[in-house]
Structures are given as structure tokens and as C-alpha cells.
């Protein structure tokens, strides 16, 4: 079975650039969420999706980040313009329904220069 | 707002020794769910505990959900290399069906 497939895996760029993140969750799954990882932060929810409808978007740092959902199985996060202290990985997960387990995609390490 | 505490944030074991990590949420949970990380990997869900006072083992690890659903602990047995990484605790909360996430506990073996 086709685990959440984010691309690309890694991610390096300057500052200023626009920088778009992928995923794909599992065939069926209602619910997608996007996190960030960093070690002085932690792992972060930025924001939720139930059925491709944002439902919790108050973990999104800055107007600088929008996520979208245009179809069950495809979901962007966009960072423009992007940071050094963007640079962090991003998880996408996905789960069947909001309160169940959470299966994560390998994630995107991102370095903004 | 609410949140899930998670402590230590660090455990160093010599191998065989065992480890334990809590988590304390400041209001009932719907359920609580534990995840590992490995070294440069991602969450992987472990187990999911629902009832007052359950307590689910897997191998060497046992978990427990506390009887007021606030709490809950992770024990490992007699640590092995395999089990290194961080151990995240998520409570669900039932107003939105969102999970907390715990700051996670490193689980670090001596060499």
C-alpha cells in the first residue's frame, strides 16, 4: 500500500524564493494536516483539512504560508517569500478521520539560504 | 490553551536498563495515541488507548491511559539499540477533534 508521498524530499533555495511543498495522502483518507519539525520548536500543526476544507489553519505562522487542498488526493503548502527561518522539515500526514491515527509521509527538509 | 506535557524531554539509558515517559494534559482526553521517531525519520503511530485506566503492551512496551483520561506513560523494558528515538504522546480533545501533541522524550542509549 501507497504510504502519504510528499515531494521533493529535500529542498534548498535562497531567500526570498518561492517555495511550494507537495503531498499526496492515502487513497481514502478524509483528513490531511501539514507540520513543521524544528528542533527549537518542535513538531508544529500549521494547519488541518477534513474532507479538502481547511478546518484549523491558526498554526500557519505568517501570511507568507497558504496551503491548499484542491482535490482528495493532492494538497500544496506554499511559502512565499520564503525565510532562513523557514528552514526546518515539513510533515504531511493524513488519516482516515480526524481523530484517528495520523500516518506521516517521509517529510521535506527545507534549508532557505 | 490546552496542552499535553510531556516529561523528560531527554533519557539517557545504558542499554538494558528500562525507560519511562509521562504525559499530563490539563483537561480529559477522547483518547490518547503514542508515536516514535527514529533519527531522521517520521512519526510512526504506535498504539491508541480510549478507555479509563486501560493499559495495551507490544513486546517490551507498555502503555497506560490514567483513570481520570489526564494522564498517561510509556514504559520500555530492558532498552535495546532499536528503540532509540524521540516518543511523542497526542491527546485528542473532544470539542474538535484535534490532536495535542506532547514536546516528545528523546530516548538516548550510552554507549
Known amino acids: 500500500d501507497a504510504g502519504v508521498i510528499q515531494s521533493p524530499r529535500h529542498e534548498v533555495t535562497e531567500m526570498g524564493q518561492e517555495v511550494t511543498l507537495r503531498c499526496k495522502p492515502i487513497?481514502?483518507?478524509?483528513?490531511l494536516f501539514w507540520y513543521r519539525q524544528t528542533m527549537m520548536r518542535g513538531l508544529e500543526l500549521l494547519i488541518y483539512?477534513?474532507?479538502?476544507?481547511?478546518?484549523?489553519d491558526s498554526g500557519m505562522p505568517e501570511d507568507r504560508f497558504s496551503a491548499k487542498m484542491p482535490n482528495a488526493s493532492f494538497s500544496t503548502l506554499k511559502i512565499q517569500p520564503s525565510e532562513p527561518r523557514d528552514s526546518a522539515v515539513y510533515f504531511c500526514?493524513?488519516?482516515?478521520?480526524?481523530?484517528?491515527?495520523?500516518?506521516f509521509g517521509d517529510g521535506t527538509r527545507l534549508s532557505i539560504l | 490553551g490546552q496542552q499535553v506535557m510531556q516529561i523528560p524531554q531527554y533519557q539517557h539509558v545504558q542499554e538494558g536498563e528500562d525507560f519511562t515517559t509521562y504525559c499530563n494534559s490539563s483537561?480529559?482526553?477522547?483518547?490518547i495515541q503514542w508515536y516514535k521517531q527514529r533519527p531522521g525519520g517520521h512519526p510512526v503511530f504506535l498504539i491508541q488507548l480510549v478507555k479509563s485506566g486501560e493499559v495495551k503492551k507490544q513486546k517490551r512496551l507498555t502503555f497506560q491511559f490514567g483513570e481520570a483520561k489526564k494522564n498517561s506513560s510509556l514504559h520500555i523494558t530492558a532498552t535495546q539499540t532499536t528503540d532509540v528515538g524521540t516518543y511523542f504522546c497526542?491527546?485528542?480533545?473532544?470539542?474538535?477533534?484535534?490532536?495535542?501533541w506532547g514536546a516528545g522524550t528523546k530516548l538516548i542509549i550510552k554507549p
Open positions: 487513497s481514502g483518507h478524509n483528513s
Open positions: 497526542a491527546g485528542l480533545r473532544d470539542s474538535n477533534y484535534q490532536l495535542i
Open positions: 483539512f477534513n474532507n479538502n476544507v481547511p478546518i484549523d
Open positions: 483537561t480529559t482526553l477522547s483518547n
Open positions: 500526514a493524513s488519516s482516515f478521520l480526524g481523530d484517528q491515527p495520523q500516518h
